[in-house]
């Protein structure tokens, strides 16, 4: 397993977590696909899920091991009948429910506590002046939550959360089809705002974690894909773990299958992740723009184009760490040759040569 740092703490994420529930099998394959996560060193979990029954094969199945996981909670998810229900911007409500599943699931205390889904600017007002978020603050305040988060569709959202400086992790849901607004109701705002949000959120130290990675599946299947092709597993959890701020990607599994398909990502060859088939179907939005997909790898003169490129957005935005990274890359944009290389390989048309000029002029070197 792979693991990313928390920006404003000290856990260890694994860049593959569980989301979703497993409801979709029974009992004893659920608790053995939960135990198969656990041994492949997952430790985080996200607890909006679609059915409460996963929540007794979760506690179950970790055991001593709670203290080992990191959970998601989700302040307003409401499983008072047996399976999630809406999102409630009520206090006591959301009061209730977190109680009620800290109960079912035997801890006392929360590593995230979650506004949950909030898409409209009313309802995160609600949230705000209903006394929920104060709620969180002060279960923060008391140790029983250890940070704070929002989840949301929208980037505006998001951005008036990060306005407020109350978050520590954002969860966002990420994925092609929706950065390209092909992905209906969910696919809110254009690429560059999804991009300068995932780039503020590394310039704010808030990390990320996705939501909806395979688009509900759509992705994954030919038939029912927006961009009328199948990606694989693999190639959109590395697309989503590209994307600056990005820590951890969170599927759903039905049952042990899923989990050793999305685990496979582990063991894939570049080949595999390399997810830069998107330049044959994306729209044009999505032209000219770096996406840090690699494919243009490996520069003539050992160039990590990728890599200067995300330093280079991330240090427009403020980020004072990204110019520091690209001090202390071996090779930089000042480097190149302009062979056109990568120009000539690159799925989205960026003229990265001209783009190395342009890094060098920012950068002095």
């Not at 970790?62 to 999630?84: E, I, N, P």
């Not at 923060?140 to 929002?150: E, N, P, T």
């Not at 808030?206 to 009328?228: C, N, R, Y």
Request: with cysteine; net charge negative; aromatic share 10%.
């Amino acid at each position: 397993m792979e693991y990313r740092k928390l920006p404003k703490g000290e856990e260890q994420i694994s860049v593959i977590g569980f989301g979703g529930g497993i409801d979709g099998a029974g009992e004893k394959e659920a608790l053995e696909t939960v135990t198969a996560a656990l041994d492949a060193g997952i430790n985080f979990f996200d607890l909006a899920i679609s059915n409460a029954v996963s929540f007794d094969y979760y506690r179950e199945a970790w055991g001593s091991r709670r203290k080992d996981l990191y959970l998601q909670m989700h302040f307003g998810a409401d499983f008072s009948t047996g399976k999630y229900g809406w999102a409630t911007t009520d206090r006591s409500a959301a009061k209730r429910g977190v109680e009620w599943l800290m109960k079912k699931l035997d801890t006392d205390y929360i590593d995230f506590g979650f506004i949950h889904c909030v898409d409209e600017p009313a309802d995160l007002d609600k949230v705000v002046k209903g006394g929920t978020l104060e709620h969180i603050k002060d279960l923060q305040r008391q140790g029983i939550v250890k940070h704070i988060g929002l989840s949301t569709h929208n980037p505006a959202i998001a951005d008036l959360a990060l306005d407020m400086g109350i978050l520590d992790m954002l969860m966002f849901s990420i994925n092609p089809a929706y950065d390209y607004r092909q992905g209906g109701e969910y696919a809110r705002g254009d690429g560059g705002e999804r991009a300068a949000l995932y780039q503020r959120c590394v310039k704010e130290q808030v990390g990320i974690s996705v939501m909806k990675p395979f688009g509900g599946g759509q992705l994954v299947d030919e038939k029912l894909s927006p961009f009328g092709k199948a990606l694989t597993t693999t190639q959109c959890i590395q697309y989503a773990l590209d994307k600056p701020g990005v820590l951890t990607v969170l599927p759903s599994y039905r049952s042990m299958a899923d989990l050793r398909q999305v685990l496979a990502y582990l063991d894939a060859t570049a080949e595999e992740r390399d997810y830069s088939v998107l330049g044959q179907f994306a729209p044009a939005e999505a032209e000219g723009r770096c996406v840090y997909c690699s494919h243009c790898h490996p520069c003539p003169v050992g160039l990590d184009i990728a890599l200067i490129n995300k330093y280079y957005d991330l240090a427009r935005v403020g980020d004072a760490l990204a110019k520091d990274h690209y001090n202390h890359l071996e090779k930089h944009a000042g480097d190149c040759i302009a062979c056109g290389h990568c120009d000539s390989r690159c799925p989205f048309h960026v003229e990265q040569s001209k783009r190395m000029e342009e890094i060098k002029g920012y950068f002095g070197f």
